[in-house]
């Protein structure tokens, strides 16, 4: 079975600073998806970044940045210099080639301190 | 920017009570789904809709539910006779093509059944 593992239930980061979040899935497939989404208090989740498991150069959206390791079945998200406003639930989600269904992880609740 | 929007935000139903739960999805995508999130959960998925039939679903998508597209815009999950078990938030997202394609989520509908 297709699983995402989020390890980290909660992390706080100080302002500016840089935070990273864990993720590892476990999938059989080759052909695959991975996504980072962003949920605020007000529970709209919204896309952070995506990669595709075909390409090996990690994907960057302005200050957010990930590292792929597709052998590792890895999937961390770094945010650099944190803002009030990163302050959410961020999940961790898998989709298989050929698939429609998004897989989550548990969620990690990042809390960034002024 | 374009929003998949919902309604109601939030629905208080009996049990044994059947509820249909509204989604506007963002007007040039093809693919809808549903998801939910029971409190503390990891967000499901239930459901995937294109070309106005279902395309996948999970083992939670029972004889219970069901989706429709009833008209150009509107897409509606009903749930025909509510259990306890059923209270969660239930999210629609949309996206533009096939499993390549990001799916872009609402702000859900917090359904609580009594």
């Known amino acids: 079975a297709q699983t995402v593992t989020q390890s980290q239930p909660e992390m706080s980061v100080q302002e500016a600073e840089t935070v990273t979040l864990s993720c590892t899935y476990d999938?059989?497939?080759?052909?695959?998806?991975l996504f980072w989404y962003k949920q605020p208090p007000s529970r709209q989740m919204i896309l952070v970044i995506r990669q595709e498991a075909y390409k090996q150069q990690n994907a960057t959206e302005n200050r957010f940045s990930v590292n792929f390791q597709k052998a590792a079945k890895s999937f961390s998200l770094k945010i650099s210099d944190s803002q009030l406003g990163d302050a959410a639930m961020y999940f961790c989600a898998y989709k298989p080639g050929g698939s429609e269904k998004l897989v989550f992880g548990k969620g990690t609740k990042l809390t960034v301190n002024p | 920017e374009p929003e998949v929007t919902q309604t109601p935000s939030h629905q208080v139903t009996q049990m044994g009570q059947e509820v249909i739960l509204r989604c506007v999805p963002i007007?040039?995508?093809?693919?809808f789904y549903w998801y939910r999130q029971i409190l503390g959960q990891k967000v499901e998925f239930l459901v995937s809709f294109y070309n106005n039939e279902i395309s996948e679903k999970s083992e939670i998508f029972d004889d219970q539910f069901s989706v429709e597209r009833p008209d150009g815009s509107n897409f509606t999950l009903k749930i025909r006779s509510t259990k306890l078990e059923d209270s969660a938030m239930y999210f629609c997202?949309?996206?533009?093509?096939?499993?390549?394609?990001?799916?872009?989520f609402g702000p859900g509908t917090r359904l609580l059944v009594l």
């Open positions: 997202a949309s996206s533009e093509g096939d499993s390549r394609e990001t799916q872009y």
């Open positions: 007007s040039n995508h093809l693919y």
């Open positions: 999938t059989s497939e080759s052909d695959y998806y």
